[in-house]
């Protein structure tokens, strides 16, 4: 019975998981880092090299903003526009960004993503 349980429990999909942070469209809080990812795209990270990971594509005009934070712990409130693919999102109309001190001694609290505002989703 204990074998049966823990094989069930293993073939549980954790993308609905991965995204449990993301609560619709809205204007979200955030602390993560800006990457370019293999597409030579910027994304910022969330929870980043976790099995929680978030990506979201930065988009609009907000590329320029966001390439002087490049590989820098940042924290962010930014628009998420439309509902998430899995771990897969984007942001826009990013209203505040500030370079934030990572803190070392609480790895697992220094990535997060936080509704601040909740609004309808772009189609």
């Known amino acids: 019975m204990n074998k049966l349980l823990i094989l069930i429990l293993i073939s549980i999909p ?3 998981l991965a995204a ?3 609560k619709g469209c809205g204007v979200y809080s955030m602390h993560g880092r800006l990457i370019k990812n293999e597409k ?3 994304v910022y990270l969330v929870h980043g090299g976790t ?3 978030l990506d979201f594509a930065v988009n609009g005009d907000d590329v320029a903003t966001f390439a002087a934070y490049l590989d820098k712990p940042t924290s962010i409130e930014a628009v998420i526009p439309k509902p998430m693919e899995g771990t897969k999102g984007s942001i826009k109309k990013i209203s505040k960004i ?3 001190l990572p803190d070392p001694l609480n790895p697992e609290h220094d990535s997060f993503i ?3 505002s909740k609004k309808d989703c772009e189609k």
């Open 20 to 22: 449990a942070d993301f």
């Open 98 to 100: 500030n370079i934030r």
């Open 14 to 16: 954790l993308t609905g």
């Open 114 to 116: 936080s509704l601040k």
């Open 40 to 42: 030579d795209q910027l």
């Open 51 to 53: 099995r929680s990971q």
